[in-house]
């Protein structure tokens, strides 16, 4: 059983959820208390918050903090059945995973324990009509829905609930959502809070990605992850004309990190994104296993236009690009301003010069794992890069969103 906050404090936490202040000060109180374990278990998942994700001292922190959690982890948990997950976030237990039929019981008994943020619902098939009818819903920031049994209607459902309108991240994953329920859930009225939505392994195509790139839904949205995984049907994958789409989307001036990882856009794709207006806030771009490179250099080249100058975080893993369009890669200017690239699985050669003479930032991780330049290229790179260098699967643990 965890130690309990003193009401103030933890009112404190809960009403202003996005400051770490107040949780900084609940350390301070732990460490008071005797639990300095606790006292920095907190300081160091704040300190976490505020880290580019794929900086080295981020990943040095994960490690950190997941050995703390291996170890006292079970200490600091809430007083939950075994077979409901929590995660900590910032110090605290922020969110939780249950059945949707427990949420709708002991949601006041949640916000009660723990500064509640968000809620994984399971075996929400048949119960969707209470769930959002529920006024806990209302206190939850963050919303995944699983086993929802998914449909067109129930988007539109989803999109005209009241309980929503503070929501800031929604997850919707492998709901086989096509198309048309994409049209529907981009017709909602509640999302104008929504920062990050997340569409992974959905049988989405051009049409579906067409929807949201022209939907006023999500006027605040910073975070889109149209991804795929696995063996994916072309006809149920976003293309060339769906990344054109998301190019000239209406309302992603706010946008910061997209991910259509696993999908087909291609060069062409990518040459549409690389010149977009719109897109040109993106400070992380995901589009590994796109076939970028399958015909050429062209999507390269449009990025090494001196595109995207604001990106920090670039995933091309899987792609097969070869030595020429990596050579072409280090020539684009917006090269010093990474702070994470993933070049796994490209066909990498000759062109390891290219890599070893481009101006790098001092902070810049760059994952070379899977590629076939010759042995005689490691020492060179690992006396560049050191340990920014990701060469063997024991690099753990990088996100990769």
């Known amino acids: 059983m965890p130690m309990q906050l003193p009401a103030d404090l933890f009112t404190a936490i809960t009403v202003t959820p996005d400051d770490l202040w107040p949780r900084l000060v609940a350390a301070d109180w732990f460490e008071e208390q005797g639990d300095a374990d606790r006292a920095t278990f907190i300081r160091l998942q704040c300190r ?47 969110d939780v995973q249950l059945p949707a039929a427990a949420f709708l019981s002991e949601w006041r008994a949640l916000l009660a324990m723990t500064p509640l943020r968000g809620v994984v619902l399971t075996q929400v098939a048949g119960r969707l009509s209470a769930v959002l009818e529920c006024d806990g819903l209302a206190a939850c920031r963050s919303l ?47 999302f104008c809070q929504l920062e990050s939505l997340d ?35 072309y006809l149920y994958s976003i293309r060339s004309a769906g990344a054109a789409a998301l190019a000239i989307g209406w309302h992603f001036e706010h946008l910061r990190e997209l991910n259509l990882s696993g999908q087909f856009i291609g060069d062409s794709g990518l040459a549409f994104l690389a010149r977009s207006q719109s897109l040109a806030g993106l400070e992380l771009l995901n589009i590994a296993d796109n076939d970028v490179g399958a015909i050429g250099t062209t999507g390269i080249e449009a990025l090494a236009d001196d595109a995207f100058s604001r990106l920090r975080v670039l ?16 020539r684009w200017p917006g090269i010093p301003n990474l702070r994470y690239l993933d070049l796994s699985r490209c066909s990498i050669g000759s062109s390891v010069r290219a890599i070893l003479d481009a101006p790098w930032s001092p902070e810049c991780v760059i994952d070379l794992r899977h590629n076939r330049f010759r042995d005689e290229w490691r020492i060179p790179l690992q006396e560049r890069f050191a340990d920014r260098l990701l060469l063997e699967e024991r690099h753990l643990p990088v996100p990769l969103r």
């Not at 129930?154 to 198309?179: K, T």
């Not at 959905?202 to 063996?231: C, K, M, T, V, Y």
């Open 144 to 190: 995944e829905l699983e086993n929802a049994g998914l449909d067109a209607l129930a988007l539109a459902r989803l999109g005209l609930c009241p309980q929503l309108e503070s929501l800031r991240e929604l997850r919707l994953i492998r709901q086989g959502l096509g198309s048309a329920a994409m049209e529907q859930l981009a017709r909602g009225s509640v």
């Open 199 to 233: 569409l992974h392994g959905n049988p989405l195509n051009d049409i579906g990605a067409r929807a949201l790139a022209q939907s006023h839904a999500f006027p605040h949205l910073r975070s889109l992850r149209l991804s795929q995984a696995g063996e994916v049907d």
């Open 48 to 94: 976490l918050a505020t880290l580019c994700p794929y900086s080295p001292e981020a990943t040095l922190g994960r490690l950190e903090e997941r050995e703390w959690l291996r170890r006292l982890g079970h200490r600091w948990r809430l007083p939950l059945p075994n077979d409901w997950g929590q995660t900590f976030r910032r110090g605290f237990v922020e």
């Open 315 to 330: 995933i091309l893993a899987g792609n097969p690009l070869g030595d020429l369009a990596i050579r072409e890669l280090m």
